[in-house]
């Protein structure tokens, strides 16, 4: 089982984790970070993370997750693969190199190239508005989605 790890402020990553799960079909489950338990993440054989990148960092409630589940985790899910996607108002790489350098402690091997998803919200109004994607964003989303969870199933990852 994939399981999709996902936090949004506004409503773009929800929207990329939703996407991603759907076509995923029963091989995905949808967890949302704040209430994601190391029970959860251990009982996954992969990992899609999903979140957007505020102030060149992930959100707060991605990293509480981490810090959360980090320890009781820790030795028990080595090898097992990951993939990310980054809702970004322009760049999204300090997200992503921020959950690649905690899931390297976890010794997760990233299995596809990171998807960053740039919004291009500039200003305080369109950073903050409540965003609805495109099916062109949304459609790597769901490629990522399905090719993990097939992964999965036939034993590639």
Not at 18 to 43: C, K, N, P, V, Y
Request: charged share 20%; aromatic share 6%; hydrophobic share 45%.
């Amino acid at each position: 089982m994939l399981a999709i790890v996902w936090h949004s402020r506004t409503g773009a990553a929800r929207a990329m984790a939703e996407a991603a799960s759907q076509a995923s079909g029963s091989g995905a489950r949808l967890i949302a970070a704040e209430t994601a338990s190391a029970d959860d993440l251990l009982g996954a054989a992969g990992y899609l993370f999903a979140c957007p990148e505020n102030l060149g960092a992930m959100t707060g409630a991605m990293k509480e997750m981490f810090d959360r589940c980090y320890y009781p985790l820790l030795g028990r899910i080595e090898g097992r693969p990951y993939a990310t996607m980054i809702a970004a108002g322009s760049d999204g790489h300090g997200a992503q190199a921020q959950i690649d350098r905690i899931v390297t402690g976890w010794r997760l091997r990233r299995v596809a190239e990171p998807l960053i998803v740039n919004l291009g919200a500039q200003t305080p109004e369109a950073i903050q508005a409540e965003k609805t994607l495109s099916e062109e964003k949304l459609e790597p989303c769901r490629w990522l989605g399905a090719a993990l969870a097939e992964g999965l199933a036939q034993g590639i990852f």
